[in-house]
């Protein structure tokens, strides 16, 4: 098996002291250029790799920032890591990205990792409504950034969207065409983004003079497509089915549209439907979907500057406010919601 090439290597073969070769590998200018090149020369001929661990553990500083989301199958987060990661690429850094898949549990596991590995720091979508886990992360003192969060209770920046504002934008649609009876299939309840949609739904039937049993919702365990059919079967076997859906997601949206599809129910003339988030999907359907656009790369991009505004200021002795950012949604309007009525 061969052996890894070191340091030691390198400037036995260069005929130099181990400490030149780290100069030509951290500060070429304070190298002579004909000895920079031989050092060069040789790191070629022997293929050495630096240790960037060991580069690490000498600095004190990783050039890795963790990102743990939700669901890396939802292509919402996706776009959250694309963003977060144009950004950490431009201040030299990497992102490792990370699943919870909805679990408090593998979230518990994955911070422990990021806290065993030292990372920078770490933008987090939690899973765990307890607070639990980020209480046990904070005390290793690994600076966090809250995405598609706000920081409630907390003290750490937040970049998110406004969730109840998204909420009315989708239901007030929905009145607008003279919808009166409409569902929300809501996901987890424990979610901070299901609830908010919720409130903004409710506040949309409000401003029309409607009361909350006008909305029906229809929760799920969780926020992808196999929810959202169930949620459909759901809602097909209700005796006075709503003529509108309103998904906490467009996972749930594209299943429940699924649903529809399979038992002959047109939408939008017998159901309208309208998602959120505005993933590339959406468009892409059978039926083009309704939804909530959120800005997702900005969303990452911006959660990343912050966390590396805050690791600067921990090594340069400025002074970091937290803040919380809040994007504003958009309604992008499709077919599945455009019956006339």
Request: a negative charge.
């Amino acid at each position: 098996m061969a052996q890894s090439v070191g340091i030691k290597d390198v400037a036995r073969a260069a005929g130099v002291s181990v400490g030149t070769v780290s100069n030509v590998i951290n500060r070429p200018d304070s190298v002579a250029t004909e000895t920079r090149a031989r050092v060069l020369s040789a790191i070629d001929r022997l293929g050495y790799v630096r240790s960037e661990s060991a580069r690490q553990l000498r600095a004190g500083r990783s050039r890795i920032m963790g990102l743990l989301v939700l669901d890396m199958g939802n292509p919402f987060f996706v776009d959250v890591a694309r963003g977060a990661e144009r950004a950490a690429r431009e201040d030299g850094l990497g992102v490792m990205v990370c699943n919870s898949a909805q679990s408090a549990s593998e979230e518990s596991e994955y911070l422990a990792l990021f806290a065993e590995q030292r990372v920078r720091g770490v933008l987090l979508t939690p899973t765990d409504a307890s607070g639990r886990n980020i209480a046990s992360f904070r005390r290793h003192g690994i600076p966090f950034v809250l995405v598609d969060r706000v920081a409630e209770g907390t003290t750490e920046c937040s970049v998110s969207v406004d969730d109840v504002a998204g909420g009315a934008l989708a239901v007030r649609h929905l009145v607008d065409a003279g919808h009166r009876s409409i569902a929300y299939v809501s996901g987890p309840p424990g979610l901070n983004q299901v609830r908010d949609r919720r409130t903004g739904a409710l506040n949309a039937l409000a401003e029309a003079g409607l009361g909350p049993e006008h909305l029906r919702e229809l929760p799920t365990e969780r926020l992808d497509v196999a929810a959202g059919r169930d949620a459909g079967a759901r809602l097909l076997g209700l005796a006075d089915r709503p003529t509108a859906v309103f998904c906490a997601n467009d996972l749930l949206a594209l299943g429940v549209l699924q649903a529809m599809y399979a038992a002959g129910v047109t939408v939008p003339d017998d159901l309208a439907i309208v998602g959120y988030d505005d993933i590339e999907f959406a468009a892409a359907a059978a039926v083009p979907l309704t939804s909530v656009r959120q800005p997702a790369v900005t969303m990452g991009a911006l959660a990343a500057e912050l966390l590396l505004e805050e690791t600067e200021a921990e090594t340069t002795g400025k002074r970091h406010e937290h803040r919380r950012v809040v994007l504003q949604p958009e309604l992008v309007v499709r077919r599945s919601s455009l019956a006339a009525r």
